[in-house]
């Protein structure tokens, strides 16, 4: 069952790459917003896009006090050649075993489908975006106008 907006958004704790090995909860981040972004896999073509276009975009997100964490179910190693080779500047999480996918509700017969929430800093979904075929990526527009009306809620 996917979540909707107010939901409270399904706490985890993931180990992750970001300048090093680390583990990753997302309750850790009550207080401020975190843009969590499920994708396919590594080095995949709009992955690759989704994701490089998220990190050349970061210092946005953070005028908003916010983090963005990609997720995926590729390994910590995986994630840090991706990182690495694509100079990503936002941690990237591994959900081995599609567990927190399953939690947000977007497992789909064909995988994971690609998906953006943003969590607002008391842990509720504050606004999603699964995609139906999973080949276009939500747009870096549309979380920081995400992320502006949380501003403008507060």
Sequence with gaps: MALTIGSTAP????PGWYDGVADFSLSSRRGNPTVLAFYPGDERLVCTRQLCTYSDNISDMH?????VWGISKQSVESHRDF????????PLLTDADNEV???????GPLGVRRSVFVVDGNGRIAWRKVTALGVSAPTTHEIRAALGALTRAA
Aim: no cysteine.
């Design 11 to 14: 706490d985890f704790t993931l």
């Design 63 to 67: 005028l908003f006090d916010a983090d």
């Design 101 to 107: 996918a399953r939690a947000y509700g977007i497992v």
């Design 83 to 90: 990182a690495g080779a694509r100079k990503l500047k936002m």
